[in-house]
């Protein structure tokens, strides 16, 4: 009877440190998918401003920046909304997870 709790307990146990383990490892990749998110928006943003204080404007557009100053955005897996009002204002900014 006391051997069947041990294997009870064991098996507790394991399943306790399993979940846990699990937990970790999904809030480590939520964690990290928010990093990303935040470093292509400082990314954009950067050249942005980079562009504005070469070109004297704004960029027009997304694309614009990966074809003349390198910017590179997986578009498989984000829809940036990039929001221009003028060329010397700057412009909204919002990126989404897709």
Sequence with gaps: ?????????????AIA?????YMA???TQVS????KHNILKDA???NAVLCYAIEGFYPPSIK???DNYG???NHDKYVVSYRIFA????PGIEIYLK
Excluded: G
């Design 64 to 66: 614009y920046l990966e």
């Design 25 to 27: 490892v999904e809030n």
């Design 32 to 35: 990290n998918e928010i990093e």
């Design 1 to 13: 009877m006391r051997i069947h709790k041990l294997k009870i307990l064991a098996a507790c146990m």
């Design 87 to 90: 060329s010397n204002i700057m």
């Design 71 to 73: 910017l590179v955005v």
């Design 17 to 21: 440190f399993s979940v846990t383990l």
């Design 44 to 46: 954009i943003i950067k």
